[in-house]
C-alpha cells in the first residue's frame, strides 16, 4: 500500500510515518541533532526509518491522524460520513447516510466507452483489477462555502485514460451516475435531472491530481459518500465529484453536467475552486472548514495551484466559472 | 372548564413548544448532536422555527373568525414575541457564530448578497413591533400602532423569499411555506373587502374604547388590525 499526500511533487513525510515514530519525530529530531550531527541529517535520518518502517511488513495506519501537505488534520470518518450531498438519496445533509442502506453497490458494472480504441463494459472487480490503489489527502471545498479533509483511496482516473486509449476526437470525458429509483428515492422527485451527469476535459482527466475513488480512512466506500466508485477532483467544487459512477465516456463535445443544467447562470462546467469569483447568491472568499469555529479564506484551486493552474493559462476564470 | 383555563391550559401549551427548539438546540450545543456542522444546524433551525412561528402569528386571526372563540386571540402576542425570539436568536447565531462578528464581513453580505439582504430586513421591520408590543405602547400609539403592526404581513413574505434564494435545487419547502403564507392572506381578504367602508369608524371606535381602557387590549387590537 503505497500513501501519498495529495501534492504529488511532494515528498511523503508524516503521512506516510508510522505512528509511533511520527508522534516521537521530535525527540528523534532532537537526539540527532544532539548528536552532532545538526539536523542536516534529520531527513536522512528519517527515510531511514521510514525504510526500516516498511521492512517490517505492512503498517497498520491510523487515519485520524493524517494530515494534508499543508498540515490540516483529516476530518473525522463520522463527520465525513454523515454530513453528504448526494441529492439522489434526498437534500438534506443528513438524508444520504440516512437513506442509503437499501442501495446495492454489488454486483456493479462500468461502461468504458466512446472515442476510445478500448471500449468495454466491466464487471467493478474487473474493472478495478488493473490499478494500484493509494491513499490521499484531499482537501474537499464544497460550493456551500464549506470545507473539510479526507483521506480517499483511489487510483489516477490517467491509469484508466491510459489504458482505454481515447482517439483523437475524445476532447471531454464525460461520467454518470447510476439511475435506480428503486433504491435512491431522491430519484423519484424532479430536484435534478436524473441521472447525474458530470464532465473534464481530458486534460483535467489525466491530471495526477484526478482520482477515480473506491474508499476513504482505508475502508471501501459507504454508499452515502458514492460506493463503489466515485471520482475526485480536488482543485474543483464538490460537486463535480460525482458518485456512483456507472458510465465514463470520452466526448468531443463539451458535457452539459448536472447543475449546470439546472442553472447554469450559477454553475459552470469548469466550478474551479476560486475565492475571487463569488457565486451569485454567496461570498466563495472564505469557507468553514468543519471542525473549526471561525471560516477561513479560501485557497486559489483550493490549495492546488502548482498542479493544476496551468491547465487554464490565458482562460478568463470569470467567464469560465 | 371555564374560558380562564382553556387559554392558560392554551398558553402553557404555547410556551412548551415554543420553547422546545431552543431546548434542542441548546442541548445539542452540550451534548454535541448538531451534526458536523453545528452552526449551520443552529441557522437551520432557529430560522425555520422562526418562519413557522410567523405563519403561525398569521393563523390565529382566521381561527378566531372561523370558530368564533374570540379569546384564541390572547395567544397572538406570545406567538409574535417568540417569532422575533427565534429572528433574533438566528441573526445572533449568523452575526456572532457563523460570521465571527467580523463587521466587514458582515455588511458585504447584507449589500452583496440579495437573501441575506431580504433577511436582513425582515429582522429590522420585526424590531418595531417587538418593541411596541406593550399594552402601554398600544395605548399610546393608538391607529399607528395598527398601522405599524401591520408590518407582520410583510415579515413572513421577507422570510419566505430569503429561504427560497437561499436553497440550491430543492424549493419544494420554501414553496410549501409560500403557499401557506398566500392561504393565510387569503384568508383576510373577506374580511377586508367587508370592513373596508366602516374602517375610519371601527379604528375610532376601538380607540375610544383603548382610552376607556375597559376592553381587554387583544380584542382591540384584533377589531383594528384585522
Redesign the interface.
Same mark, same amino acid.
Given at each position: 500500500m503505497i500513501i501519498r499526500v495529495s501534492k504529488p511533487s511532494d515528498i511523503p513525510s508524516s503521512e506516510i510515518t508510522p505512528e509511533d515514530v511520527y508522534v516521537n519525530r521530535r525527540s528523534f529530531l532532537k537526539q540527532a541533532a544532539a548528536g552532532a550531527a545538526g539536523l542536516a541529517l534529520a531527513p536522512t535520518a528519517l527515510e531511514a526509518l521510514e525504510r526500516g518502517s516498511a521492512a517490517r511488513g505492512p503498517q497498520q495506519v491510523d487515519y485520524t491522524r493524517l494530515k494534508s501537505e499543508l498540515g490540516e488534520p483529516v476530518n473525522s470518518y463520522k463527520d465525513i460520513t454523515t454530513y453528504n450531498n448526494f441529492y439522489e438519496f434526498g437534500t438534506s445533509k443528513s438524508d444520504p447516510s440516512e437513506n442509503s442502506g437499501d442501495f446495492h453497490p454489488r454486483p456493479w458494472t462500468v461502461a468504458v466507452e466512446g472515442h476510445v480504441k478500448n471500449p468495454g463494459s466491466y464487471h467493478l472487480e474487473d474493472f478495478l483489477a488493473p490499478y494500484k490503489v493509494e491513499d490521499r489527502v484531499y482537501r474537499m471545498r464544497c460550493v456551500e462555502a464549506w470545507s473539510m479533509v479526507v483521506p480517499w483511496r483511489g487510483f489516477p482516473l490517467a491509469d484508466l485514460i491510459e489504458k482505454a486509449e481515447p482517439t483523437g476526437d475524445a476532447k471531454f470525458v464525460e461520467l454518470t451516475t447510476i439511475m435506480r429509483p428503486s433504491e435512491m428515492p431522491g430519484q423519484h422527485t424532479r430536484v435534478l435531472e436524473w441521472p447525474y451527469i458530470e464532465g473534464l476535459r481530458l486534460d483535467e482527466a489525466t491530471n495526477p491530481l484526478t482520482l477515480l475513488v473506491t474508499g476513504v480512512y482505508g475502508k471501501d466506500l459507504p454508499n452515502q459518500n458514492g460506493a463503489p466508485l466515485r471520482l475526485i477532483t480536488p482543485w474543483k467544487y464538490g460537486f463535480k465529484g460525482i458518485k456512483s459512477i456507472v458510465k465514463i465516456r470520452f466526448v468531443e463535445d463539451m458535457p452539459h453536467n448536472t447543475w449546470w443544467v439546472t442553472n447554469p447562470r450559477e454553475y459552470g462546467f469548469y466550478a474551479n475552486v476560486n475565492p475571487h469569483v463569488d457565486h451569485p447568491r454567496w461570498s466563495q472568499a472564505r469557507e468553514r472548514r468543519l471542525g473549526e469555529l471561525r471560516r477561513r479564506e479560501t485557497l486559489m484551486f483550493n490549495g492546488y495551484e502548482d498542479e493544476v493552474a496551468s491547465m487554464y493559462a490565458g482562460m478568463d476564470l470569470r467567464k469560465w466559472f | 372548564m371555564t374560558t380562564k383555563r382553556i387559554v392558560l391550559t392554551l398558553k402553557v401549551l404555547l410556551w412548551l413548544g415554543a420553547l422546545a427548539p431552543t431546548a434542542w438546540m441548546g442541548g445539542g450545543a452540550l451534548f454535541g448532536w448538531l451534526?458536523?456542522?453545528p452552526? !449551520?444546524k443552529l441557522e437551520h433551525v432557529s430560522g425555520m422555527t422562526a418562519l413557522i412561528a410567523l405563519l403561525a402569528t398569521l393563523l390565529v386571526t382566521p381561527v378566531r373568525r372561523l370558530t368564533g372563540w374570540n379569546p384564541v386571540i390572547q395567544l397572538r402576542r406570545p406567538m409574535g414575541l417568540f417569532a422575533f425570539y427565534y429572528v433574533f436568536v438566528h441573526f445572533a447565531v449568523w452575526m456572532g457564530? &457563523? =460570521?465571527?462578528l467580523e463587521l466587514s464581513?458582515i455588511t !458585504? &453580505?447584507i449589500a452583496? %448578497?440579495?437573501?441575506i439582504t431580504v433577511g436582513f430586513t425582515a429582522f429590522l421591520l420585526l424590531i418595531p413591533l417587538a418593541l411596541t408590543s406593550t399594552r402601554r405602547s398600544i395605548r399610546r400609539l393608538g391607529k399607528r400602532w395598527v398601522k405599524l403592526h401591520r408590518l407582520v404581513y410583510v415579515a413572513p413574505a421577507l422570510g419566505v423569499i430569503h429561504y427560497y434564494? =437561499?436553497v440550491?435545487? &430543492?424549493v %419544494?419547502i420554501p414553496l410549501l411555506m409560500g403557499a401557506i403564507y398566500a392561504a393565510l392572506m387569503l384568508a383576510r381578504v373577506p374580511a377586508w373587502v367587508k370592513g373596508r367602508p366602516r374602517r375610519a369608524t371601527a379604528a375610532r371606535r376601538s380607540r375610544a374604547k383603548l382610552v376607556e381602557g375597559r376592553e381587554p387590549r387583544d380584542t382591540v387590537a384584533v377589531a383594528a388590525v384585522d
Open positions: - | 451534526g458536523a456542522n452552526i !449551520e457564530l &457563523d =460570521l465571527s464581513w !458585504e &453580505d452583496k %448578497r440579495p437573501y434564494w =437561499l440550491k435545487a &430543492d %419544494r
